[in-house]
């Protein structure tokens, strides 16, 4: 296919660009002038004339002989430089399929912000300080074999590698170690290529690479010198699509964490990116997190290995429940506990200023998400929540109506008790910025608010000094140590209506013990302390024993028997033009043969929304992908939205 431009110029040599436009999906041939012939290659950058005008974009093959008799080809304009590796430009086109999105966006989240045209040299990679001789097998930890040996040489071509394998370490274990077993490895090493190592933020990954060069591991996040083939690169969910020529391996820090998913279309995982990544390039993908995530659970392809119970018990902070069911209501959100350990905490403090200043780790935070997704409900005579039965998250009333509706799984019930049967129910939220008034007037200290939108704030912005910091989830992101953490109101993330609640806490409660630190490893005030109405719930049972692994397996379970993700495939269609797509989706399933109609559907929610349902994703993004959108930028669709 050859756009309208300028004259045409003959030449020997012929490739097909995608362009950076995302309405144009399919890709256009052009000419190679001689003087870039040598340059231009699979994955080059380059700016095509297009209809009057030039944009820019890829080159994604060699179209040699093409082009129709008689069909006159337009040159390159210009050459923008190096690009993204082949196997980038061919995991690009699957990503798109996979999330329902252009295959630009993916292009250009794995291409450099600036042009680049020349590469340094790589370095190569000694055997750093500290790294573990292969005749050391009794030294070794209970992961190295899983991290050295996963899918290597496993298979003989494309998907026939053992897959990829996760390892379970509680949230204490310095992961540093790990990196550098994988990256020392002698067989990932016969790999000649880069080890990529994804990690959740930006500043992690500046502080992992500068770890990695103290032990003499050359580390970089630039992506000049990941194209050049750097031993190990090191980033974020950008990370996932980095340019190294060839993959030696793949390692995934914390694999739980919510900073991999894109927020905005198309909505993909960098985790699973990484995860098909490997497969294509037969190499070994090692996953870690203390609280390995759901979805994984649905591809039954990963192996996982974790230390022995006590270790993984030793590794997780001391919990403390404080059930609030029968509190009095003129304590607000500050029961007796929570007032002991602040003036506990802000004592240490006092007499950290002197000789024992090294047991003090940093401020008390307390986290109070007030943007959560519900108001929480609690029975106005026995004080308990009013929660779903068939999954157990919060309900709500709408407005107008007699009954309580999940608005996790639609199940609905008439407005009364589980446990007392009254009828009476009480709103319990209030607002962060009124907190942090009523606690600065309780403990007579000054406290400071750390609060901002559900996007994840850089690790690396200004923590306020106060000794006590009130604020939502985000504080927890910003804060490097804590003297102790309180979850004022922890049912706001155990009971919210996100299919992702129970993993989103566990989450959480990973963070907060980091700043805190392992239990019987700190002074006395060093713990998590949440206060809830649900203090037997699985989640909080589960770290307090540092167990987190059958909480995750129920979860999975629930799932499977309720046909959720990730064992039934979802995508969300918003937008003012989301009713035309969705009527155009129903019209292909109505076309489509008949054994199809009754696993797959497209349902009406509410606010113009849309709920397309099917078994898997091959179903799901095939009719996403065969189905025509309609012009204009009114749509969004989602694929695997964390909540409907």
Avoid at 203 to 228: I, K, Q, S
Avoid at 429 to 434: F, I, L
Avoid at 456 to 484: I, Q
Wanted: glycine share 8%; charged share 20%; hydrophobic share 45%.
């Amino acid at each position: 296919m050859t756009p309208t431009g300028t004259a045409p110029v003959r030449a020997t040599r012929t490739v097909r660009v995608r362009t950076e436009v995302a309405a144009l999906t399919k890709p256009f041939d052009y000419t190679v002038p001689p003087a870039w012939v040598q340059d231009v290659r699979v994955g080059t950058r380059v700016r095509v004339p297009l209809h009057g005008r030039t944009v820019r974009g890829w080159v994604v093959d060699d179209a040699d002989g093409a082009a129709a008799d008689g069909v006159d080809v337009l040159p390159l304009k210009s050459w923008l430089g190096w690009g993204p590796p082949p196997a980038v430009v061919e995991l690009a086109g699957w990503a798109a399929w996979r999330w329902a999105g252009p295959a630009s966006f993916f292009l250009r989240t794995a291409s450099p912000h600036a042009i680049v045209r020349a590469l340094p040299s790589a370095p190569t990679l000694e055997t750093p300080s500290g790294a573990t001789s292969p005749t050391e097998e009794g030294t070794r930890p209970f992961w190295h074999a899983a991290v050295a040996g996963a899918g290597a040489g496993a298979g003989t071509g494309v998907g026939e590698g053992a897959g990829p394998t996760m390892v379970r370490l509680a949230p204490m274990v310095d992961l540093l170690d790990l990196v550098v077993s994988a990256v020392t490895d002698g067989r990932i090493r016969a790999r000649n290529g880069s080890v990529v190592v994804l990690v959740p933020a930006l500043g992690w990954a500046e502080r992992l690479v500068a770890r990695l060069v103290r032990r003499g591991v050359p580390a970089t996040t630039a992506w000049d010198e990941a194209r050049a083939g750097w031993p190990v690169v090191v980033g974020s969910r950008a990370a996932a699509w980095a340019p190294v020529p060839r993959l030696a391996a793949a390692i995934v820090l914390d694999a739980h964490d919510a900073g991999y998913r894109e927020e905005s279309t198309p909505t993909y995982n960098a985790a699973e990116v990484v995860i098909e990544r490997a497969r294509r390039e037969d190499a070994p993908c090692v996953l870690v997190s203390p609280v390995p995530p759901v979805w994984l659970a649905g591809s039954g392809e990963v192996e996982t290995v974790a230390a022995p119970a006590v270790e993984e018990r030793a590794g997780w902070p001391t919990l403390e429940r404080v059930d609030r069911r029968g509190a009095d209501p003129r304590s607000g959100l500050f029961s007796e506990e929570f007032v002991r350990l602040a003036r506990l905490v802000l004592a240490g403090a006092d007499a950290g200023a002197g000789a024992d200043a090294s047991r003090v780790r940093g401020p008390l935070v307390c986290v109070y998400n007030r943007t959560g997704g519900a108001r929480v409900l609690a029975c106005h005579h026995c004080a308990e929540l009013a929660r779903c039965e068939r999954c157990g998250a919060a309900v709500a009333r709408p407005r107008g109506e007699e009954l309580f509706r999940c608005p996790r799984c639609g199940e609905e019930r008439p407005v009364v008790c589980a446990h007392c049967g009254r009828l009476k129910f009480k709103n319990l939220r209030v607002g962060v910025s009124r907190l942090r008034e009523e606690l600065a007037a309780l403990l007579d200290v000054p406290v400071d608010e750390v609060a901002g939108p559900f996007a994840r704030p850089a690790d690396t912005d200004v923590v306020p000094a106060a000794p006590v910091l009130v604020g939502t989830e985000a504080v927890l992101h910003r804060v490097r140590r804590a003297a102790a953490v309180a979850f004022l109101d922890v049912d706001l993330h155990l009971l919210a209506p996100r299919l992702t609640a129970t993993e989103d806490t566990l989450a959480l409660m990973v963070r907060a013990g980091r700043l805190v630190g392992a239990r019987r490893t700190g002074p006395p005030w060093a713990r998590v302390l949440v206060q809830t109405r649900v203090p037997e719930h699985p989640v909080l049972s589960a770290v307090a024993h540092g167990e987190p692994a059958p909480v995750l397996a129920a979860e999975a379970d629930i799932r499977r028997v309720s046909g959720l993700p990730p064992f039934s495939a979802v995508a969300l269609i918003s937008g003012s033009l989301g009713e035309s797509y969705a009527a155009a989706l129903t019209d292909a399933l109505t076309a489509s043969e008949t054994t199809r109609r009754p696993r797959m559907s497209v349902s009406p929610l509410d606010e113009g929304r849309f709920l397309v349902q099917a078994p898997e994703h091959q179903s799901l993004c095939d009719l996403l992908a065969a189905v025509a959108r309609p012009p204009g930028r009114g749509l969004r669709v989602e694929v695997d939205p964390p909540t409907v």
